[in-house]
Protein backbone atom coordinates (compact mmCIF):
# COMPACT_ATOMS: atom_id res chain seq x y z
CA UNK A 1 0.00 0.00 0.00
CA UNK A 2 0.93 3.17 -0.48
CA UNK A 3 -0.39 6.44 1.36
CA UNK A 4 -0.09 9.87 0.25
CA UNK A 5 -0.02 13.02 2.00
CA UNK A 6 -0.46 16.53 0.28
CA UNK A 7 -0.06 19.86 1.77
CA UNK A 8 0.88 23.30 0.98
CA UNK A 9 -2.44 24.74 0.00
CA UNK A 10 -4.00 27.84 1.17
CA UNK A 11 -5.34 30.95 0.43
CA UNK A 12 -3.44 33.38 -2.32
CA UNK A 13 -4.13 36.37 -3.79
CA UNK A 14 -4.31 36.16 -7.86
CA UNK A 15 -0.47 36.34 -8.94
CA UNK A 16 0.40 34.49 -6.18
CA UNK A 17 2.34 31.28 -5.73
CA UNK A 18 1.80 28.29 -4.00
CA UNK A 19 4.08 25.14 -3.42
CA UNK A 20 2.34 21.70 -2.67
CA UNK A 21 3.89 19.05 -2.18
CA UNK A 22 2.77 15.08 -2.01
CA UNK A 23 4.46 13.07 0.74
CA UNK A 24 4.22 8.71 0.08
CA UNK A 25 5.26 6.11 2.22
CA UNK A 26 4.75 3.01 2.69
CA UNK A 27 6.79 1.69 0.19
CA UNK A 28 9.37 3.37 -2.49
CA UNK A 29 7.37 5.54 -5.08
CA UNK A 30 10.60 5.61 -7.65
CA UNK A 31 9.02 3.17 -9.90
CA UNK A 32 5.67 5.26 -10.10
CA UNK A 33 3.65 7.66 -12.33
CA UNK A 34 2.52 10.36 -10.33
CA UNK A 35 0.16 13.19 -11.02
CA UNK A 36 -1.48 15.87 -9.81
CA UNK A 37 -5.22 16.53 -10.13
CA UNK A 38 -7.44 19.15 -9.01
CA UNK A 39 -11.51 19.36 -8.44
CA UNK A 40 -13.15 22.48 -8.31
CA UNK A 41 -17.06 22.69 -6.90
CA UNK A 42 -19.21 21.00 -9.45
CA UNK A 43 -16.88 20.31 -11.92
CA UNK A 44 -15.18 17.06 -12.70
CA UNK A 45 -11.74 15.77 -11.07
CA UNK A 46 -9.26 16.69 -13.76
CA UNK A 47 -4.99 15.76 -14.29
CA UNK A 48 -3.03 19.01 -13.73
CA UNK A 49 0.36 17.55 -14.27
CA UNK A 50 1.78 14.86 -14.15
CA UNK A 51 5.24 13.12 -14.18
CA UNK A 52 7.02 9.80 -15.07
CA UNK A 53 9.17 7.93 -12.64
CA UNK A 54 12.38 9.46 -13.34
CA UNK A 55 10.69 12.81 -14.02
CA UNK A 56 11.77 12.77 -17.64
CA UNK A 57 8.89 13.03 -18.75
CA UNK A 58 6.25 15.63 -17.84
CA UNK A 59 2.34 16.43 -18.93
CA UNK A 60 0.54 19.89 -18.13
CA UNK A 61 -3.09 20.89 -18.35
CA UNK A 62 -3.11 23.71 -21.25
CA UNK A 63 -4.23 25.98 -18.99
CA UNK A 64 -1.26 25.88 -16.44
CA UNK A 65 1.28 25.74 -18.81
CA UNK A 66 3.71 28.05 -17.90
CA UNK A 67 2.92 29.19 -14.95
CA UNK A 68 2.80 25.23 -12.85
CA UNK A 69 5.91 23.08 -12.46
CA UNK A 70 5.45 19.25 -11.32
CA UNK A 71 8.90 17.51 -9.71
CA UNK A 72 9.62 14.80 -7.76
CA UNK A 73 12.56 13.65 -5.27
CA UNK A 74 12.47 9.91 -5.37
CA UNK A 75 15.41 9.57 -2.80
CA UNK A 76 12.42 11.86 -0.12
CA UNK A 77 9.54 9.88 -2.23
CA UNK A 78 8.04 13.02 -2.41
CA UNK A 79 6.54 15.18 -5.80
CA UNK A 80 6.02 18.50 -5.38
CA UNK A 81 3.63 21.10 -7.35
CA UNK A 82 4.72 24.59 -8.09
CA UNK A 83 2.15 26.62 -9.26
CA UNK A 84 2.96 30.74 -9.64
CA UNK A 85 1.04 33.18 -11.26
CA UNK A 86 -2.42 31.78 -10.01
CA UNK A 87 -5.38 32.46 -10.97
CA UNK A 88 -9.00 32.35 -9.60
CA UNK A 89 -9.74 29.62 -11.56
CA UNK A 90 -7.34 27.52 -9.82
CA UNK A 91 -9.42 27.48 -6.82
CA UNK A 92 -10.08 23.74 -5.96
CA UNK A 93 -9.04 20.85 -4.23
CA UNK A 94 -5.78 19.20 -4.94
CA UNK A 95 -5.06 15.44 -5.31
CA UNK A 96 -2.25 13.66 -5.41
CA UNK A 97 -2.01 10.06 -7.25
CA UNK A 98 0.21 7.03 -7.62
CA UNK A 99 0.51 4.34 -9.73
CA UNK A 100 2.99 1.65 -10.11
CA UNK A 101 3.89 1.61 -13.71
CA UNK A 102 6.91 3.40 -15.40
CA UNK A 103 4.90 5.31 -18.41
CA UNK A 104 3.22 8.93 -17.96
CA UNK A 105 -0.42 8.64 -16.73
CA UNK A 106 -2.97 11.57 -17.11
CA UNK A 107 -6.11 9.95 -16.50
CA UNK A 108 -7.99 9.54 -13.64
CA UNK A 109 -8.74 6.05 -13.85
CA UNK A 110 -4.96 4.78 -14.16
CA UNK A 111 -4.39 5.72 -10.89
CA UNK A 112 -4.85 3.56 -7.69
CA UNK A 113 -3.36 5.63 -5.00
CA UNK A 114 -4.70 8.79 -4.12
CA UNK A 115 -3.72 11.81 -1.22
CA UNK A 116 -7.09 13.38 1.17
CA UNK A 117 -6.80 16.40 -1.19
CA UNK A 118 -5.65 19.63 -0.23
CA UNK A 119 -7.26 23.37 -0.64
CA UNK A 120 -6.18 25.74 -2.97
CA UNK A 121 -8.30 29.10 -3.00
CA UNK A 122 -7.19 32.29 -5.10
CA UNK A 123 -8.78 35.39 -4.53
CA UNK A 124 -9.22 38.10 -6.94
Known amino acids: QVHLIESGGGLVQAGGSLRLSCAAS????????MGWFRQAPGKERECVAA????????YYQDSVKGRFTISRDNDKNTMYLQMNRLKPEDTAVYYC?????????????????WGQGTQVTVSS
Open 26 to 33: GRPVSYYA
Open 51 to 58: INWRGEST
Open 97 to 113: AAELRLSLLTQEEEYDY
